[in-house]
């Protein structure tokens, strides 16, 4: 090694220049006591693991080096003064190798500074650093002092250095290489009040939910268009659009439907027209989510057209139905006659668009055909008509309705009696039905929002989750102590009724526990509520540290961009 040729040099020049005389061919005398080991590290340091693995492969040179001096040198030279020390930065390559040494401080003695250079030249490479510690600049930073004595080159006194470029430009580059988890650690460590920390996160959040649009995970999927759409994420906007065609799952197909709405994708429409008809005649709820989407983008004359097209060739019940999204005036002749003489679906899907599918009418027209309908021997067209009756103007509902619906909350069918109760909840809450008796659940749930405060009481008990579901919704309108029993709701076995909890708990630690829930409905409803609660600034670190511990293209980090991209 060079440290140890220039110690036979420089050792022969300082015991001439002292004055010693040489010991015996062969012969080494000792001038001082070998240096004990150096201290360990303590392994709570950053990188402690990294610096002891380091030091196994400096120290060994190094000791050589001062054993060397110790030996062949009198006490005296100046090699072997013990409050020498020398200390370097080191920028390690993801190999190990070096790839700059500087020197920080001197110890004043240029041999003794050249041999800790030379120990680090012939000691690269290195090992291999772990990712974890790598700077802004993909370099692993150390700061390492060579001392002559007893901490040598020993790892007790070295130091992982943090080497921080500006925040934008390190983020970019991070997921350029696709590497979020970093993108997301690194964000988290930022001082809370830097100038990019936000904008860092929020790109941070769009390539978490840009990763999950790409997921094979049909679930992530899901989570992601709907987060797309929620948050509006209009960066996105092409990747949601290509679940249209993309996907062979009904409910991402709705999910990426309703999204593209929300974003106001006007270059979707070729792709929701493109099957419509076709849906129109066997895809209900697809059928209606491209109506709807079409009609929120600005192609309401094209969704109209091609309902008018299926509609010519004959009543339709999705098509009917379509009406209420996109009205067709010229074909209320057509409405009348379905609605009196249709078969019981056409009937019942009259009822479905009415009023919105007579905009030209007078509201009595609507208010007759749909009084007729609740009138209809098919208890299916009886209860479609009831939820109609609920769609009517409710600051002057009409009498003969109102007379009908309190009818038919006596009806024999429980849906009819069920939609009913509800119509009345909207358009004669002064003269309530009392139903929290009913042996029917959905007609218990129905009559939770006109119930009296002892009957509220027994429908937040109820043995049926839907019915203790609707109690709470209408417990919270009141605000009669509804902190207490959220609380319990929110430990309810049903997922609906933990669902309907979130919304009026306000503990921190409840929510994050629900964040964790087996349902992904009531997990992103507690993380979103919890964001709400608390703010984007006191949960940006929190969850980017949870984003980058989650599984990649995970419905997990979906959630997370989701509440981070909604919270205040």
Avoid at 283 to 294: G, K, Y
């Amino acid at each position: 090694m060079r440290g140890l040729v220039l110690v036979a040099l420089v050792g022969l020049v300082g015991m001439a220049g002292c004055g010693a005389h040489p010991a015996p061919h062969g012969a080494l005398v000792a001038s001082s006591a070998r240096l004990p080991p150096p201290p360990s590290i303590d392994p709570g340091v950053r990188g402690a693991s990294y610096l002891t693995a380091v030091a196994a492969q400096l120290q060994s040179r190094w000791g050589d080096f001062l054993e060397d001096c110790r030996l062949r040198l009198p006490r005296a030279h100046p090699l072997n003064v013990t409050t020498l020390a020398a200390t370097f930065d080191l920028a390690i390559a993801g190999d190990g190798r070096i790839a700059a040494r500087t020197q920080v401080e001197t110890s004043g003695n240029g041999d003794f500074d050249t041999a800790a250079a030379d120990v680090l030249a012939d000691a690269s490479p290195l090992p291999a650093p772990p990712a974890e510690l790598v700077s802004d600049d993909e370099l692993v930073h150390l700061r390492w002092q060579f001392a002559r004595d007893r901490r040598q080159a020993g790892p007790a006194d070295a130091r992982v250095l943090a080497i921080e470029l500006p925040l934008a430009a390190v983020i970019d580059g991070l997921l350029g290489r696709g590497e979020l988890a970093r993108a997301a650690k690194r964000i988290a460590a930022a001082p809370a009040t830097g100038p990019d920390r936000t904008a860092a996160a929020e790109r941070v959040m769009i390539a978490a939910l840009r990763e999950a649009l790409a997921s094979p995970n049909g679930a992530a999927r899901r989570t992601a268009v709907e987060a797309c759409g929620r948050a509006r994420v209009h960066e996105l906007a092409v990747a949601v659009r290509a679940q249209l065609a993309a996907t062979a799952d009904p409910e991402l197909r709705v999910a990426a439907i309703h999204a593209v709405g929300a974003l106001g994708d006007r270059a979707a429409a070729p792709a929701l027209l493109v099957a419509l008809r076709d849906d129109l005649a066997q895809h209900a709820p697809i059928a209606l989510a491209r109506v709807a989407a079409l009609v929120a983008i600005g192609h309401a004359p094209d969704a109209a057209e091609a309902v008018r097209a299926v509609l010519d060739g004959g009543p339709n019940a999705t098509a009917l139905a379509a009406l209420a999204l996109t009205p067709i005036p010229a074909l209320a002749d057509k409405l009348t006659t379905w609605a009196g003489h249709g078969d019981t679906a056409t009937r019942a899907a009259v009822c479905a668009a009415l009023p919105a599918a007579l905009p030209g009418a007078t509201p009595a027209d609507a208010v007759a055909l749909i009084v007729r309908g609740l009138r209809d021997a098919d208890a299916t067209v009886r209860a479609t008509c009831a939820d109609a009756a609920a769609r009517e103007d409710r600051a002057r509902p009409d009498a003969a309705t109102l007379k009908r619906l309190h009818e038919l909350a006596r009806d024999r069918d429980r849906s009819v009696r069920a939609r009913a109760v509800a119509a009345l909840g909207v358009l004669d809450p002064a003269h309530p039905v009392h139903a929290a008796g009913d042996p029917a659940p959905e007609v218990r749930a129905a009559s939770a929002a006109t119930a009296t405060a002892d009957e509220l009481q027994a429908l937040v008990n109820d043995r049926e989750p839907d019915v203790r579901a609707a109690g709470m919704i209408a417990l919270a309108a009141r605000g009669d102590r509804v902190h207490d029993a959220a609380a319990r709701a929110a430990g309810d076995p049903s997922p609906a009724e933990r669902r309907v909890a979130i919304a009026m708990v306000d503990d921190a630690q409840l929510l994050a526990r629900l964040a964790g829930d087996d349902s992904p409905e009531v997990a992103t409803a507690a993380l979103v509520r919890l964001a709400g609660l608390q703010g984007r600034a006191a949960l940006t670190a929190p969850l980017l540290e949870r984003l980058a511990a989650a599984p990649a293209g995970s419905p997990e980090r979906a959630r997370i961009a989701l509440a981070w991209l909604l919270a205040p």
